[in-house]
């Protein structure tokens, strides 16, 4: 049997949503495997899967370069502490770090902190990062970037929060004007707000539906509602409740947030947007960075606190 502690219930918390007492059984249930008691908690209806996304634990900011309306790049870039995250030296580092993401040919991170720095070509992106550590005095870390480029169309960016969430979103289009952009800017917004996973439900593979299927059968078995309900009731309502949640994952499934009637959704608008400008318009993809995301902090007197609840 696993030994479950403190630090163990808080860190499931976080990452579901569920009660304290209820992650704690879930973990003696599971022998402490984590994926394992998310799983048990989300099967017996305690679980936000929502929230199964990350855990929103570190600071600093996430910064988008567009080039010429066809290429952008996010970045995120982490620093110790919110009030770093506010530095004018620490903002304008990162909006360097995102134009040379922009302009990089760095497929992967390793080989981006590798290159040439853009400001100075005598040291790496690494050692500008050491560089400016030393300047702010605070451990800084490139925590990621990626690069969007459209072949047929345009990219737009939208930065939220002072930098919490950097996103960008790619059209495919033979007309680019204002209004086109504005109409996926406002996309862009949406996807900041709503974190979608996916843009439409072609792209939702049938592992994740059969996985979620799987969830809701679970969690219907353990609804005294539908006890003793036809095989066929049942398999309608997984089906429904799986339709109404590929709604809230899929960008063009979702209802557009600024639609006047409070029912169009993004698919009816982009359609709108493309009828109005007469342009073959699509979403292609979207990218969004949300600083910390899955980051977890040091674990501090909270996991204290649920030892002595718990009887830890």
């Known amino acids: 049997m696993a030994n479950i502690t403190a630090a163990m219930v808080k860190e499931l918390?976080?990452?579901?949503g569920a009660g304290m007492m209820d992650?704690?059984?879930?973990?003696?249930?599971?022998?402490?495997?984590?994926?394992?008691?998310v799983e048990f908690l989300r099967k017996n209806g305690q679980a936000k899967a929502e929230?199964?996304?990350?855990r929103i634990a570190a600071e600093g900011l996430c910064y988008v370069a567009v080039k010429d309306d066809k290429t952008a790049a996010v970045v995120e870039v982490n620093s110790e502490t919110d009030f770093v995250a506010k530095n004018e030296e620490f903002q304008k580092f990162v909006a360097a770090v995102a134009q040379q993401a922009v302009d990089t040919a760095a497929a992967d991170l390793d080989a981006f902190l590798a290159e040439s720095w853009n400001q100075d070509a005598s040291k790496t992106v690494k050692e500008a990062l050491v560089d400016k550590i030393a300047v702010i005095g605070e451990n800084l870390n490139i925590r990621?970037?990626?690069?969007?480029?459209?072949?047929?169309?345009?990219?737009?960016?939208?930065v939220h929060g002072g930098g919490r969430i950097g996103v960008v979103v790619e059209a495919?289009?033979?007309?680019?004007n204002d209004a086109v952009k504005e109409a996926m800017t406002n996309l862009a917004m949406q996807v900041a707000a709503l974190s979608p996973k996916y843009v439409s439900t072609d792209e939702v593979s049938e592992e994740y539906k059969a996985h979620e299927k799987e969830i809701l059968m679970a969690q219907i078995a353990n609804d005294p509602k539908m006890a003793g309900k036809p095989e066929k009731v049942i398999e309608g309502a997984v089906v429904g409740r799986l339709n109404k949640e590929l709604k809230e994952v899929c960008l063009l499934e979702q209802v557009y947030v600024k639609a006047e009637d409070g029912k169009q959704t993004v698919k009816q608008y982009v359609e709108q947007v493309a009828k109005e400008n007469g342009a073959n318009l699509a979403v292609k993809r979207f990218?969004?960075?949300?600083?910390?995301e899955g980051i977890e902090k040091k674990v501090d007197d909270f996991a204290a606190e649920v030892a002595a609840q718990a009887g830890m």
């Not at 918390?13 to 579901?16: A, I, N, P, V």
């Not at 929230?51 to 990350?54: D, E, H, S, Y």
């Open 144 to 158: 990621r970037f990626e690069k969007v480029t459209a072949e047929n169309g345009c990219v737009v960016s939208y």
């Open 172 to 176: 495919q289009t033979d007309v680019v």
């Open 13 to 16: 918390r976080e990452m579901t």
């Open 51 to 54: 929230k199964k996304a990350g």
């Open 23 to 37: 992650c704690k059984k879930a973990l003696g249930e599971t022998n402490g495997d984590m994926e394992a008691a």
């Open 287 to 292: 990218v969004r960075f949300e600083t910390g």
